[in-house]
């Protein structure tokens, strides 16, 4: 019976301290990788601010050359009559 102890108890322990290192480094490994996927994600912050940032000028763009473009065509149809020449317009 005290060889039966002797190697329950080594049994025990053996798989004790197994389970006792092995944990620690699946936690680790798990951290590792919970910290490389942060640092990916705020490294790609940059990246996607660019792109959102182009589309954004792209927008402000379009809208200040059609408002530029709309400004000159009343400005110019606004001062027609004071022009000293005739308009030449083409014929469609």
């Given at each position: 019976?005290?060889?039966?102890?002797?190697?329950?108890?080594?049994?025990?322990?053996?798989?004790?301290?197994?389970?006792?290192?092995?944990?620690?480094?699946?936690?680790?490994r798990?951290?590792?990788?919970?910290?490389?996927?942060?640092?990916?994600?705020?490294?790609?912050?940059?990246?996607i601010?660019?792109?959102?940032?182009?589309?954004?000028?792209?927008?402000?763009?379009?809208?200040?050359?059609?408002?530029s473009?709309?400004?000159?065509?009343?400005?110019?149809?606004?001062?027609?009559?004071?022009?000293?020449?005739?308009?030449?317009?083409?014929?469609?």
């Amino acid at each position: 019976m005290l060889i039966g102890l002797v190697a329950a108890f080594g049994f025990l322990t053996n798989f004790v301290l197994r389970r006792t290192h092995t944990l620690p480094q699946t936690v680790e490994r798990h951290n590792s990788s919970l910290a490389e996927r942060a640092s990916d994600a705020l490294g790609n912050v940059a990246v996607i601010q660019s792109f959102t940032r182009i589309e954004s000028d792209r927008k402000r763009q379009a809208v200040t050359i059609y408002n530029s473009h709309n400004l000159f065509r009343v400005s110019s149809d606004r001062f027609r009559h004071r022009r000293p020449w005739p308009l030449q317009r083409s014929r469609r």
